[in-house]
């Protein structure tokens, strides 16, 4: 939910807002974030980037990791 409007229900970055963002939101999918450590994707999740939000009011530490793996697993 807190994810897709921006980034897409496939992560590729083309959610409904995504066409207000410049740059656009990343494509969670791409080689930048598949080269991206576990440790960098909780720092954005909690701390923000760029025009991205913190998003841990929004998800507990548990949460934002689940969020990691879902991203991982669409590396597969």
Request: hydrophobic content about 40%; overall charge negative.
């Amino acid at each position: 939910i807190d994810c897709a409007l921006c980034h897409g229900r496939t992560a590729q970055g083309n959610g409904s807002l995504s066409a207000f963002f410049s740059p656009p939101p990343a494509d969670l999918t791409g080689d930048v974030v598949k080269a991206m450590s576990d440790n960098d994707i909780f720092q954005v999740i909690t701390d923000g980037r760029g025009l991205m939000p913190s998003i841990a009011e929004n998800l507990s530490v548990n949460e934002r990791w689940d969020v990691i793996n879902y991203v991982r697993s669409l590396e597969k």
